[in-house]
């Protein structure tokens, strides 16, 4: 094995998919953990073939709780110190909250915020005592204002932002950073946008790839950054949000 791992969840498409073959890349080994086994499987031995990475993965539905849990068993078992955790899992919803389907919301809660934050309990607390490690959890553009007809994935990311910062605070002088990646839609995301208003009005926009997205979230965790926007006018949008969300007090 190499001798640095990272644990990415989320990793078979999309952003967390990018994630891992960054780190390939880098000559890091990986831990991967998403929903379908098969998909992994091919992963694991492409990313094997292209770069000699060593890769263990670990199919889970982490829509239930107490399944990092598993995670952290099975990665302590092999003996794997992870020296960067990259917590990429999680959807989201559209509709009125009095509509929606609780079933699938409980889902959201536990994938995005329960399993993120059992994740990070269970692997930080090594890092500390190495006095070395990265983490990077991924929230959202939308984690920085309420989001009408998408309440509680909205309410989930603001949760891993605000989470994300905290700690990130109390490890100041650790040698172990925490950041929050918080992406705009990107070309990939925009499929699994259901309101089809939202995907006319994004499709005008230029928007990143998710190669781009994690490019970027890889730089800005080694940098140990904690919050890392992408995207200039989306930095501007937030920042002009969080000034007036201090400023102006609700009625
Ligand atoms: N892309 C965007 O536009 C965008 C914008 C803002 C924030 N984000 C956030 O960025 C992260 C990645 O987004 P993405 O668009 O790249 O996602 P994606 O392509 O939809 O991929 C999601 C990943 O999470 C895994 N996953 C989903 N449900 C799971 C479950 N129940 N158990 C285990 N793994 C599960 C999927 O694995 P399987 O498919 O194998 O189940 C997949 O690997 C998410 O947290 C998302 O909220 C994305």
Redesign the pocket.
């Known amino acids: 094995m190499n001798k640095r791992t990272a644990l990415i969840?989320?990793?078979?498409?999309?952003?967390?998919?990018q994630f891992a073959r960054i780190m390939a890349r880098n000559k890091v080994d990986l831990v991967l953990?998403?929903?379908?086994e098969e998909?992994l499987l091919e992963i694991a031995i492409m990313l094997y073939e292209r770069y000699g990475t060593y890769v263990k993965f670990i199919p889970?539905?982490?829509?239930h709780q107490n399944l990092a849990f598993v995670v952290y068993n099975d990665v302590v078992k092999d003996g794997i110190k992870i020296d960067y955790l990259i917590n990429?899992?999680?959807?989201?919803d559209y509709g009125n909250f009095h509509e929606t389907d609780w079933q699938r919301e409980k889902?959201m809660i536990n994938?995005?915020v329960v399993n993120l934050v059992h994740f990070t309990k269970l692997f930080l607390s090594a890092m500390v005592v190495r006095g070395k490690g990265r983490i990077l959890n991924?929230a959202?553009?939308?984690a920085f204002q309420p989001g009408p007809q998408s309440a509680v994935f909205h309410a989930t990311?603001a949760f891993v932002l605000s989470f994300s910062e905290s700690i990130a605070n109390e490890l100041k002088d650790t040698g172990v950073t925490v950041t929050a990646l918080c992406?705009?839609?990107?070309q990939?995301?925009?499929e699994?946008i259901a309101e089809q208003e939202v995907k006319k009005m994004l499709r005008k926009r230029k928007l990143p790839k998710?190669w781009e997205v994690a490019e970027f979230g890889f730089h800005s965790m080694i940098e140990g950054k904690t919050v890392a926007v992408e995207g200039f006018m989306n930095r501007l949008f937030v920042n002009v949000m969080r000034f007036f969300r201090n400023e102006v007090p609700s009625k």
């Open positions: 969840t989320g990793a078979t498409t999309g952003i967390g998919y953990v998403g929903g379908r998909v889970l539905d982490l829509t990429t899992a999680g959807f989201g889902e994938l995005n991924v959202s553009t939308a990311k992406p705009d839609p990107s990939c995301g925009l699994a998710d």
